[in-house]
């Protein structure tokens, strides 16, 4: 821009002394250009382009008008540079420091043309300086509200669509929340039909009923209906149904047939009213009457004044139990397996105990009863490899305790039921990890801690917890026979817990431990400065 006026000066008044004008504005922006961010330097270097800008228009003008140009039109050989901090403002939503420099910069043009002479008289009375003036002023402010107009617009639509893990952010605090205020039943689907049923009943004349919500291959199922039998409904949505009808065209639907493929004839009204919410349709509700025309437009409506805000209540609880099936499921077949692998094997073992000590009852009633009280000690053991696991899943993290207290607490109760000396370390500051970060370490020292109790053959397990967010280390060390002799139950436990760890982004170490027995480490973060002021208990005891 400098260049452009630097030309349209030259060209405007043939004077190269004129030009001393652009460098004063190259000087006067100079600070803006080097200090963009600070606070004071980039407004003032602007206001003082604006001065500089309004004292070179009208010099250039009348050194022009003495060119023989028409008096005033020069100024607009200069004026075009105005777009250059107006457009910085705008670029950096400080449109009202935009609108002051146009303040300042008119006030400069009528200051210098009260005070500026030209063919015997003053600058301000001439019709082209005026004009000029005034047109690029007006072009400046209509570029600064074009910019706060399109600012503005972008803001809402960005707002109306948020981006992703915002929008996540958003709807994950407020699923907590609500889980958190309303009671259980509230979210259900089941309950949520339930009372959408029993409302219906009050305002529609109903033998049976029922909320349809589809589950996936072009079918449906029923979440609740209430009626005097349990009816087989039509749930195919290929079939030429008022059920199929209703969900195509989200639309209530009537008919003088029953939507169940049980009835046996007669009298029948039928209304298939939609569930939507948004433009998705979530369910159906189908009522049905043993009586012609129970369902004329009045009642219609009334029903379906029902049934729109539930379907919002019922898609949100279809989503929460989405939510918390897909949030439980990689747990469900982590204990699937564990159940499959570990007490599921015993019960069959003590199965095959059984059979046997049957089989020599008569024979040898000595062998019979020594049999017998090895499978008694076989179902003790079993009973307590339950009652761990139960005790391993209840564990948690409590908000008050920390982390080391829960690993301390698990370690006692396993070492005490194995039949091992445990020895602590506890070293934890007074900040915390993330809740889910706590959770996933304490289920990586569980299950070290299990095997080293079901798999080593150990005497004595040495337990180190050190916790200094973002760095955390836990270390599980035992005596026993070593991870290469463990059985394959424990080299799965081995797998889990490196799954554990890369969640959340931790490392795991297992290595042999001198002179005998295995270690297993994990490790989130760096490393802390050992000078770090923190608050630390330490323990050591059986």
Known sequence: MLALVAVLTLIATRDPAQLWWIVLLA??????????????????????????????????AVESALGGAVGGLGASAVLPYLAVPVTVTALRRRFAEGAALLGVTAATLLVAGAFTEVDGGRQLGQPGYLAVCAQWLILAALGLYAAGTLHQVMRVRGEGKPQPYAEATRLLTQLRTVARQLPGATLDPGGISEHLLEELRTVAPTTRAAVLSASGGGRLVVLAQVGVDRVDWETTLDADSAIADAWASQQPQTAARSQARSHRGGDVSALIVPLVAGVRTVGLVVLEADAPHAYPPPVVSRVTALTGPA????????????????????????????????????????????????????????????ALRTLRGEVTRVITELRLSLFELRSEVDRHGGLAAAIAE??????????????????????????????????????????ARKHAGAANLWVTCEVDPPYAQIEVSDDGHGIGDQRAEGHYGLAIMAERAERIRGRLEIRPRQP???????????????????????????
């Open 27 to 60: 000087v006067a922006g100079l600070p803006a250009l080097l200090a963009p961010e600070h606070r004071l330097i980039g407004p003032v270097s602007r206001v003082a382009e604006a001065v500089v800008l309004g004292l070179a228009a009208s010099q250039v």
């Open 311 to 370: 379907a919002l209540r019922l898609e949100a609880a279809l989503l929460f139990d989405e939510v918390r099936s897909l949030a439980t499921n990689e747990e469900r077949q982590r204990l699937a397996r564990e159940i499959h692998d570990g007490v599921a094997q015993e019960l069959v073992m003590v199965g095959y105990g059984i059979d046997n000590a049957l089989a020599y009852v008569d024979e040898d009633p000595k062998e019979t009863a020594e």
């Open 410 to 451: 698990y370690a006692r109760t396993v070492g005490a039921s194995g039949g091992l000396r445990v020895h602590l370390s506890l070293d934890e500051s007074t900040a915390r990890l993330p809740a889910a970060t706590e959770a996933e370490l304490l289920r990586i020292a569980q299950e070290a801690v299990t095997n």
């Open 516 to 542: 005998s027995g295995t270690t297993v480490a994990v490790v989130v973060g760096s490393s802390p400065r050992r000078d770090n002021v923190r608050g630390s208990a330490a323990a050591e005891g059986e």
